[in-house]
């Protein structure tokens, strides 16, 4: 998908796809604005058709999928025994088939193990990245993009993020939640649409933005990403997923004892924060640099971002005791810079965890 936008003036282009269009700051703003809409070539569709379909992947993942209703947008995990997060994807269901938007770098691995689990299912997943590909923005962007086919249902997912999905649970304390304005939706268009757009964005007729900019709002509304904060220990407990890829009293699927234990009985032994970084460098911290209380390291870097109103912040695992106001370091190749740490996961995370609500700290501009 990156190679049709890269003759766009001032485009930079990579293997994940269009990285930018010249300005990333000013990209978040057309994003935020609904004016401006994003290749993402650095997802990929699955379509899962067969009148068994829905019930199946309920009893394989972690969402509640046997009655998704066609249009209802969600997400779902795939667990290993030990309740860690192997896949995850995005799902749309429009009656006939389910779809499926996932990270590429995840898309064959998934796709060979929902093949392995078919047994003898009325289900049929496949690789449909040659024929769809998966556009951003917010909903009123993606009306100027053809998600429809002829006599079939819009193919647009809406991300259900930060709200508490049936059967979910939210961890985080922040009041308000710095998701709780984002407006992002992704549309599955057919390879023809595709052309049509990144000839009408030359044209000048369609305003384009990159990988980078949406990835620095989602950085700051502390939505977790399977490429970016996964590893392989990682519970979805310690990012706050539950509150939109987990329902908590669905039937039996693999790894759910973890998550009930979890959840009900202990606390993750990790957890998600939001760091906001010293901005007098120009470096940012690369995903995987060390974070520190003193000599002592106490988590990664998942995720960074410089950001048009908050500046360079980043999301980061650390451990669950790493006190909530312990200054925090990270390493860079400029050397350390200073974090100040914002709770997405509160250290007593869990099912009867009573922990207030907490304003949150932001370097936004007050409105006036």
Same mark, same amino acid.
């Given at each position: 998908?990156?190679?049709?936008?890269?003759?766009?003036?001032?485009?930079?282009?990579?293997?994940?796809?269009?990285? @930018?269009?010249?300005?990333?700051?000013?990209?978040?703003? =057309?994003?935020?604005?609904?004016?401006?809409?994003?290749?993402?070539?650095?997802? /990929?569709?699955?379509?899962?058709?067969?009148? #068994?379909?829905?019930?199946?992947?309920?009893?394989? /993942? =972690?969402?509640?999928?046997?009655?998704?209703?066609?249009?209802?947008?969600?997400?779902?995990? !795939?667990?290993?025994?030990?309740?860690?997060?192997?896949?995850?994807? =995005?799902? $749309?269901?429009?009656?006939?088939? /389910?779809?499926?938007?996932?990270?590429?770098? #995840?898309?064959?691995?998934?796709?060979?193990?929902?093949?392995?689990?078919? $047994?003898?299912?009325?289900?049929?997943?496949?690789?449909?990245?040659?024929? $769809?590909?998966?556009?951003?923005?917010?909903?009123?962007?993606?009306? &100027? !993009?053809?998600?429809?086919?002829?006599?079939?249902?819009?193919?647009?997912?809406?991300?259900?993020?930060?709200?508490? &999905?049936?059967?979910?649970?939210?961890?985080?304390?922040?009041?308000?939640?710095?998701?709780?304005?984002?407006?992002?939706?992704?549309?599955? *268009?057919?390879? #023809?649409?595709?052309?049509?757009?990144?000839?009408?964005?030359?044209?000048?007729?369609?305003?384009?933005?990159?990988?980078?900019?949406?990835?620095?709002?989602? *950085?700051?509304?502390?939505?977790?990403?399977?490429?970016?904060?996964? #590893?392989?220990?990682?519970?979805? @407990?310690?990012?706050?997923?539950?509150?939109?890829?987990?329902?908590?009293?669905?039937?039996?699927?693999?790894?759910?004892?973890?998550?009930?234990?979890?959840?009900?009985?202990?606390?993750?032994?990790?957890?998600? !924060?939001?760091?906001?970084?010293?901005?007098?460098?120009?470096?940012?911290?690369?995903?995987?640099?060390?974070?520190?209380?003193?000599?002592?390291? *106490?988590?990664?870097?998942? =995720?960074?971002?410089?950001?048009?109103?908050?500046?360079?912040?980043?999301?980061? *695992?650390?451990?669950?005791? /790493?006190?909530?106001?312990?200054?925090?370091?990270?390493?860079?190749?400029?050397?350390?810079?200073?974090?100040?740490?914002?709770?997405?996961?509160?250290?007593?995370?869990?099912?009867?965890?009573? !922990?207030?609500?907490?304003?949150?700290?932001?370097?936004?501009?007050?409105?006036?």
């Amino acid at each position: 998908m990156g190679s049709l936008f890269a003759e766009l003036p001032r485009a930079v282009v990579d293997d994940a796809g269009l990285q @930018h269009v010249g300005s990333p700051l000013i990209e978040q703003r =057309s994003i935020a604005a609904g004016e401006a809409i994003v290749p993402l070539a650095d997802r /990929t569709v699955l379509a899962v058709p067969g009148e #068994d379909r829905l019930s199946w992947l309920d009893s394989l /993942t =972690s969402q509640a999928l046997a009655s998704l209703a066609p249009g209802v947008s969600t997400e779902l995990l !795939v667990l290993d025994p030990q309740g860690r997060v192997e896949h995850a994807a =995005s799902v $749309f269901d429009d009656g006939e088939t /389910t779809w499926l938007i996932v990270d590429r770098a #995840d898309a064959d691995a998934l796709l060979s193990w929902l093949r392995k689990m078919r $047994f003898r299912l009325r289900v049929d997943p496949r690789d449909a990245g040659d024929e $769809f590909a998966v556009f951003g923005g917010t909903r009123a962007a993606l009306r &100027s !993009v053809d998600a429809a086919r002829p006599g079939a249902m819009p193919l647009i997912w809406t991300d259900p993020w930060p709200e508490i &999905s049936p059967g979910g649970h939210g961890y985080g304390v922040a009041d308000p939640h710095p998701g709780a304005e984002r407006d992002w939706a992704e549309a599955i *268009v057919t390879r #023809d649409e595709e052309r049509r757009i990144a000839d009408a964005a030359a044209r000048g007729e369609l305003s384009i933005a990159g990988l980078l900019a949406a990835e620095a709002l989602r *950085v700051a509304a502390w939505r977790p990403r399977w490429s970016a904060e996964v #590893d392989e220990r990682t519970l979805p @407990h310690e990012l706050d997923w539950l509150r939109t890829a987990v329902h908590l009293s669905k039937g039996c699927y693999r790894g759910q004892e973890t998550v009930a234990k979890v959840h009900n009985l202990g606390h993750p032994p990790r957890r998600l !924060v939001a760091l906001q970084l010293d901005g007098s460098g120009s470096a940012l911290p690369a995903r995987g640099a060390e974070v520190r209380v003193g000599d002592d390291a *106490v988590g990664v870097i998942t =995720s960074t971002a410089l950001h048009y109103e908050e500046g360079p912040i980043a999301l980061a *695992v650390v451990r669950r005791s /790493t006190p909530v106001d312990a200054p925090l370091v990270v390493e860079t190749d400029e050397g350390p810079i200073a974090a100040a740490q914002e709770i997405v996961v509160p250290p007593e995370a869990g099912a009867t965890a009573n !922990v207030p609500r907490l304003t949150r700290l932001s370097r936004r501009p007050a409105a006036t």
